[in-house]
């Protein structure tokens, strides 16, 4: 009975870990076939159901015929993602740590309302925000370019930046803070050298985070870019028209996912420390 | 030459938490704040250290208004009941800490960390992480914090209480040797634990929900509790109390108890009082009023019986291990020469036994 | 105290001056918009008063997707959080299992949603996809996944439940992480059985943080879009279209500014309205012990 228990768990455990992987593993063979491989219905296994080749890898970083531009696209993403990550995180992190430590008053408005109001911009769906984006980076100028993205991936991961580290804050205890004041620094001496650098996993699971919510965002960039600035998931569903080259596009959305997939399992220990789960 | 705190209150929401303190403080030598948790004590600790601003009142030394001086230029050190140090921080870099701040020379720095160092015995752990050390050795680290700057007045909020029973008492008989050779500054010493007020001696405020209830010298406090709440505060386990009353020349408490009148109740006129008799003075034996054994405690080298009696209940703490138990019954001697006597009324002190 | 207010705003005011200039502006801005004819041949603020908002209350298109919206979010959301609740019961207790395990099955949230969705269509080519080829092995004939309705609003959920099951197994799996031992100690010593067990003690102390993660979920899957604009486009017809979709077609496709800028505000208020029922539903429902 314990058993049959057992092997029914690793069963279940079997079956979901082959669904998860298998739009990988599918992606992975698919950018290795050519059009041959593709076209004469399904196949699988490489030298046995097809011939593999490596013109799609070449092609997203070489030129020549098939060459899809892959690297100016994930530089730029790259540069929009950590760029708005490091701001919301500063920015974030400084605000938390306000209404983690001091009481806000403004008429009926209190700290709660505060943190309630930047939390709760999750709630806003992106298409309601597309449009006035959309006629506010034109009016600046900044339509189409890396800047204009940055300031709107600030503010979507502001939000995550403070829900993480107001959480964080909050379980470290007020008397640190109170001690350090006591031995002579001000409030911002205390938060720079005795809060900040007791703050390290929190601070790295909201990047974390931020980087995440950033780096997988499609529609904003998607309706604020049209040709100068393009980031990676745009370039990638851009080659998703009818005519679509099945392997550039494996390749291309293997090149895209697996960054952070890396991220994934450096930090898998710090999942540990309850800094999401411990929330409701 | 005093701090002088007048009608100082905090409070926080719907809540109370000082309640129009006026006190005068000396410059130096000790000040015991006794009160059960939840008094005001941390409050009052924190107005001091410039951590909480007050709703209203005034903070002065000698004419310097102290609340517009932010914490970080107050000159106090504080020690928590929960061992504070800097995590990230060695043991060394924590004591350092202050004096950094203050931007001391590496010379002088040098000199005061071998000086508390040595105080307090820690030339052994100076490359540790607080982590790394046991409940006692943190607490050290935080007060050789607090005792390595130049400060004007050290604030210990219940500094012993999350120690184990040994440690506490060796820690507490260190403190009251760096007190007493501790200069001219003022300590500011929180606690619950009325034996570790007198071990300090000096001066005791007792709080009360946020009101002062007695201040002044720690043994005049013990000897002549102004009131029951004060009599509660102040002794442990809290002294017993029970209604009675004083009628042609007899003292008499429940249902046929009494005695005569006690000397130092001669002058009291006849009616209803509140007796009050300390734990320590209740005996067993003697004439005999009995009592039923609810509880029998024994804390290291004391006694403590929670007893029934036929008019409410009562303890009892004597010195030395004597096993009881529950449901016993016990004969108890209430000596009448020990007994305080409280306006029945008011709670108000009456009349104190004398002193040996 | 003491000049305090300055270092107060010192932290708070930078964060909150930025996200009120790049949210709140476009919010205000928006309602505005929304009482305007903008259009792609008339651009501008010109006021028509409630016009777009009679106009939206008769169009079917918008009410269909938000009840299409429901339908997918919530089966997709109930879906996650089932599977998700058993893989972190099957895991629990592992220890050694359970590092590999949580990595990998953290991976579908790691990646870009848009960009797994590319993935997926081709896996549900008809003629092309392996997983035609899949059923053909029991016999079945070729399915239309993506050109028939009822198969292209399944695609659109599985899609959405591979990336986001794990979400829900993380944080479910750190809630049964974090349950006291004594419960279940005491239940296992009063002869309960394991379903007993789970029903009576793990279920009912979960139900805090299941109301949390079923929210959070909610919130993200009541602007799903991305996946529907690469699986389906909305189709067949408009048959996988949800409500940001739509907004999103009107919007920057059809350039209705003004009417789109009304359908955005009708969607979020609904939206916020509903969650917060929902919201108030689930924890009474769900934290009755706590009640």
């Not at chain 1, 984006?133 to 100028?141: C, I, P």
């Not at chain 1, 996993?201 to 780096?215: D, E, K, M, Y």
């Not at chain 2, 036929?310 to 007994?339: K, T, W």
């Amino acid at each position: 009975m314990r058993a049959f228990y057992l092997l029914l768990k690793v069963a279940a455990i079997l079956v979901w870990s082959a669904f998860v992987i298998a739009p990988f593993l599918w992606a992975l063979t698919t950018s290795f076939k050519t059009a041959n491989g593709v076209t004469g219905g399904p196949t699988y296994i490489p030298w046995v159901d097809y011939q593999p080749s490596l013109a799609a890898w070449q092609g997203l970083f070489g030129s020549g015929a098939g060459s899809i531009d892959i690297v100016g696209p994930f530089i730029s993403s790259v540069m929009v993602t950590l760029s708005a990550s490091l701001v919301s995180l500063v920015l974030g992190t400084l605000a938390a740590y306000g209404l983690s430590r001091f009481s806000y008053k403004a008429g009926p408005v209190g700290n709660s309302d505060l943190t309630f109001f930047f939390v709760s911009q999750r709630i806003m769906p992106p298409v309601v925000l597309a449009i006035p984006f959309f006629l506010m980076l034109g009016w600046l100028g900044l339509l189409d370019t890396v800047l204009g993205l940055i300031i709107v991936y600030v503010a979507l991961l502001l939000p995550i930046a403070v829900w993480v580290m107001v959480d964080f804050f909050n379980t470290i205890p007020k008397e640190l803070d109170e001690t350090a004041m006591i031995d002579g620094c001000t409030p911002i001496e205390a938060f720079w050298r005795v809060i900040l650098p007791n703050a390290v996993p929190g601070l790295v699971v909201a990047g974390i985070f931020c980087i995440i919510f950033g780096w997988n965002d499609f529609f904003f960039a998607f309706t604020l870019t049209f040709t100068q600035t393009q980031l990676l998931p745009v370039a990638i569903v851009s080659l998703n028209s009818s005519v679509t080259p099945w392997w550039s596009l494996s390749a291309s959305a293997l090149i895209s996912v697996t960054p952070l997939i890396v991220v994934a399992f450096l930090v898998e220990r710090y999942l540990d420390k309850g800094s999401i789960g411990g929330r409701k | 030459m005093t701090y002088r705190i007048n009608n100082l209150c905090v409070r926080q929401g719907t809540e109370t938490h000082l309640d129009g303190i006026t006190l005068d403080l000396p410059l130096s030598g000790v000040v015991t704040v006794m009160g059960r948790t939840l008094a005001g004590k941390t409050t009052l600790l924190k107005v001091l250290a410039g951590l909480q601003a007050p709703d209203s009142g005034t903070l002065e030394r000698d004419g310097r208004n102290l609340l517009a001086i932010p914490a970080w230029r107050r000159r106090v050190g504080m020690v928590y009941q929960q061992f504070v140090n800097y995590p990230h921080l060695s043991v060394r870099e924590n004591i350092v800490f202050p004096l950094k701040r203050a931007g001391l020379s590496a010379d002088a720095i040098a000199r005061k960390l071998g000086y508390v160092t040595e105080l307090l015995g820690l030339g052994e752990l100076l490359r540790r992480r607080p982590a790394e050390l046991s409940g006692g050795q943190q607490q050290r680290v935080a007060l050789a914090r607090s005792l390595v700057k130049d400060t004007e007045f050290l604030l210990l909020d219940e500094p012993l209480v999350s120690l184990d029973y040994k440690l506490r008492e060796q820690l507490r008989d260190e403190l009251r040797r760096i007190f007493r050779d501790g200069g001219d500054r003022l300590v500011v010493y929180a606690t619950t634990d009325p034996l570790e007020a007198m071990i300090m001696q000096g001066q005791v405020i007792l709080l009360h929900e946020g009101k002062v209830v007695q201040a002044g010298d720690c043994r005049d406090v013990y000897r002549r509790p102004a009131n029951t709440t004060a009599a509660t505060i102040f002794s442990d386990p809290p002294m017993n109390l029970v209604k009675g009353e004083i009628a042609d020349g007899h003292l008499r408490i429940g249902v046929g108890v009494g005695s005569d009148v006690p000397l130092h109740f001669r002058d009291l006129p006849r009616g209803a009082y509140l007796f009050g008799i300390r734990a320590s003075d209740v005996e067993l034996g003697g004439s005999g009023i009995g009592a039923r054994v609810a509880l029998a405690e024994i804390n290291g080298s004391t006694t403590v019986l929670h007893l029934e009696l036929p008019f409410g209940d009562m303890v009892l703490l004597m010195e030395g291990v004597h096993p009881h138990a529950i449901g016993d019954q016990v004969a108890l001697n209430l000596p009448p020469s020990r007994f305080f006597a409280f306006d029945a009324d008011s709670q108000n002190l009456v009349a104190a036994p004398p002193v040996d | 105290m003491y000049g305090l207010t300055r270092y107060k705003l010192f932290f708070l005011l930078p964060g909150l001056i930025v996200l009120l200039a790049i949210i709140l502006f476009p919010l205000v801005f928006t309602i505005r918009v929304s009482f305007s004819g903008w259009d792609a041949m008339t651009p501008g603020l010109g006021w028509i008063g409630g016009n777009n908002y009679g106009r939206l209350l008769a169009d079917g298109r918008f009410w269909q997707s938000l009840g299409r919206l429901g339908m997918i979010a919530s089966t997709a959301v109930a879906l996650e959080y089932a599977l998700g609740f058993a893989l972190a019961l099957l895991v629990w207790r592992q220890i050694r299992f359970r590092r590999v395990v949580r990595v990998l099955f953290l991976i579908p949230m790691m990646t870009t949603p848009v960009v797994m969705a590319v993935i997926w269509r081709t896996i549900f080519h008809e003629s092309l996809g392996p997983v035609n080829d899949f059923v053909a092995l029991f016999g079945i004939p070729p399915v239309q996944w993506l050109t028939s309705p009822e198969w292209a609003t399944f695609v659109v959920i599985l899609v959405d439940v591979w990336q986001w099951t794990p979400f829900m197994f993380l944080l479910l799996l750190a809630g049964l992480l974090s349950l006291p031992r004594e419960p279940l100690l005491a239940a296992a010593i009063d002869g309960a059985g394991p379903i007993r067990a789970f029903l009576n003690v793990t279920f009912p102390a979960m139900a805090p943080i299941s109301v949390g993660a079923i929210i959070i979920r909610l919130i993200e899957a009541s602007k799903i879009m991305e996946t529907v604009y690469v699986v389906t486009s909305g189709g067949p017809g408009t048959s996988t279209e949800t409500s940001s979709y739509y907004i999103f077609i009107r919007g920057l496709r059809d350039f209705q500014i003004g009417y789109a800028a009304a359908l955005s505000i009708t969607y979020l208020v609904i939206m916020i309205v509903l969650l917060t029922i929902i919201a108030k539903v689930l924890t009474k429902t769900l934290v009755k012990a706590e009640g």
